[in-house]
């Protein structure tokens, strides 16, 4: 039996809104250029599935067939959320947990709500102005969706009162061949870490057609991840525990306009072993 079972199999390293930046940055702008990426205060997912894998075409646009491909070692057709803590072991509540059949596996497999939730408040060492409205040192996100482009109110530290701002990841930016709004492949990480492929997929699982969020046929209602592992995962009688670690260094993106700060999404990534 699987004594702990604490969250995924899989490296999920998504650069949601483009990937070609300069280097992690403090709070301040980069020279040069009109970014910056931090650590947000609180970065929240809903996690329906995950296992481990071994036959899946990475290379293909086609939804892998999981069912087929993969043993589901985590199932909660409600979701789990999860609140996000940089580079800490992030534990799955409800839904059922089961230890995969002995053997090695190739790939792991992760399948998320493609809404995700940010909250973040920084203090800047300048004044600058909110995407919605006011202006001083201390900018945070005010519940407004990432869409809007008006997600950031800024003031004093003691007015700050940040809120969830709704990110829907209905695009993978089809920066790779072949070009797909909804299929996308993360090679060569900066840090090392396995090769992440991702799909976009509607409510009944098949690929999605519309840049749109919901559960209607077609539209964007999951994400799905597959890591192909550097060294592949051993599974056997002895293995009691399974363990991931999510990193959100650069989950947060601050854009800067001029004088004008506003939020947006990032990335994550997912760092995995068994014990």
Known sequence: MLRLFKVLSILCCFFLYGNSFAAECSAEPITGT????????????????????????????????????CQVTFNNSS?????????????????????????????????????????????????????NTGSGTTCWTNGSAASTGTTTDCGTSAAANPQNMTVDVISLGGTVLPMNNFYNRYEGDSEGLDDTYAWLVDSDGNASTSINYSSSAGDVKYLIGVAKFTSSKTVSD??????????????????????????????????????
């Open 238 to 275: 002895n293995t009691s525990a399974m363990e991931a670690q999510f990193r959100v260094t650069r989950g947060l993106k601050i854009d800067f306009t001029s004088t004008t700060v506003n939020y947006n999404l990032q990335e994550f990534k997912v760092v995995t072993d068994v014990y």
């Open 79 to 131: 979701g789990s959320s999860i609140e996000v803590q940089n580079n800490i072991s992030s534990a799955l509540s409800g839904g059922t947990s089961t230890k995969p059949a002995n053997g090695t596996y190739a790939y792991g497999f992760i399948k998320v709500d493609a809404r995700l939730f940010l909250k973040t408040s920084h203090t800047f060492a300048a004044t600058r102005s909110g995407s």
């Open 34 to 69: 009109t970014d910056c990426y931090r650590v947000p205060d609180s970065y929240t997912i809903t996690m329906y599935q995950m296992g481990l894998c071994n036959g899946v075409d990475t290379t293909s646009a086609t939804v892998p067939d999981i069912a087929t491909s």
